[in-house]
């Protein structure tokens, strides 16, 4: 099966960044499954087609017979579910990597295509999952200005026709600078915590970091440096240390990658790391009703209630980092966070 390195970097962003229990690439229905609620999707079908023919002038479904066709022909490059609680949240992303931008043909056709994309996600969720809430994604690192203008223009017009089917599906293009703050930069904040030898993007940049760095070599006790080929390029470690595209990331993943990272690199001072001890200063600077740190000599090692297991080591002693963090409304601990990130970043 052939292997896109786009999928692969959208399944661990769906996997690490928004937290996928369920993640998987190439998608497509059975032809044993039940089609529920088939003569909404034929309807919303007609609808979409009439309303984007005569606004624009595109033909989302030429050539296609009807609805079952249209279905045949999905495909989704990478599907998750997460679930939280009694809550569970489904995403279908479509990605294109064109070196070049993105490009199906001409304009029309190409902002044609990627409408088409996002409306048969749409009837795919709802017609095989019965579930009439998500985010359905179309990204691409690439995309020519006046293109991504265009489809732009027709996010709206997507929502209404879909909201002929009393779903709730939000539509998002990620592309060129979004695409690297919302997808990439988040990924790469996570790189050296995923040790899942089949997610290749990740492992294929860890195995490129093994050699960015290119170490002194030992003869007859002597040092000497690594001398570079000319037709190589000075290689440099990939990796993140940013704050942008947090707000793609739950709280806990900030915690437990961003902010270990910066805990563990010394970028914390030991004045402050003196105060995270303290429920006080805990309470006023991040909202969290436990000292963000506790000493792991004080439990002997062990993990008390409401701290992670895994201790993070701050100026060669072990520290155990507290996990009760909340985004809710009524609760929401994250912009304390964000707050003293920007601070110190």
Known sequence: M???????????????IKECQLVQTNWKASSKWELKHKEALEQLMKNSSEVFKTKYGYDLYKGNSGIDQVLTQAEIDVMGISFDENEQHIYAIDVAFHEAGLNYGTKEETVTRVIKKCIRTAM????????????????SPRINPSVINDINICIDDISSVLSTLNVKYKIRIIANEDFSDKILEPVLNVLGDVADTSELFMRSLQMYNLFAVKKPKQIN????????????????????????????MKIGIIIRTVLRKMLENGEVTKEEIEKMKTKEYSKETFDIQYPLLQKASLTDGESPKRYYSSPVKIYNEDYFLCSEWFEVPANNDRPFLLKWMALHK
């Open 221 to 248: 006790g002597g040092i000497r440096n690594t001398v570079q080929k000319k037709i190589s390029p000075n290689l440099e470690a990939i990796e993140y240390n940013g704050i942008d595209g947090l707000e793609e």
């Open 2 to 16: 052939k292997i896109e390195i786009g999928e692969s970097l959208l399944l661990s962003w769906l996997k690490h």
């Open 124 to 139: 795919c969720i709802y017609g095989y999952f019965d579930i009439n809430s998500g985010t359905i994604i179309f990204t």
